[in-house]
């Protein structure tokens, strides 16, 4: 299941995971974010113990999204032992997302 995550708590979120986290940043008002959080959903669902997704909303997060250099949404930054991995932007579809995951060691 899916964490929301803000400024305080973001870092503890990717740092301590312990598997592959997907950063979502996203914005309640973006049409291809709202597309993208079923596929997020189901992705983590068939990966549970491989997968974590965390979720932040840039309206109320903007300068965490600014630390990370976040431009648009969606976002996904795929974190693994803390360290950004990848990172896909804007409405992917669910091979795109299967291969960045499995290219990811």
Excluded at 11 to 25: C, Q
Excluded at 45 to 56: Q, S
Aim: charged fraction near 30%; aromatic fraction near 6%.
């Amino acid at each position: 299941m899916s964490v929301r995550a803000n400024k305080d708590t973001f870092e503890s979120e990717i740092n301590e995971a312990g598997k592959l986290v997907i950063a979502d940043f996203y914005s309640d008002s973006c049409v291809p974010c709202k597309r993208m959080s079923p596929l997020l959903a189901e992705t983590e669902e068939e990966n549970p113990e491989g997968i974590k997704l965390v979720k932040l909303n840039i309206n109320f997060d903007g300068e965490t999204a600014q630390k990370y250099n976040v431009t648009s949404v969606p976002t996904l930054v795929f974190f693994k032992d803390g360290a950004e991995k990848a990172r896909l932007t804007g409405a992917v579809k669910k091979a795109q997302l299967a291969e960045t995951i499995n290219s990811i060691d």
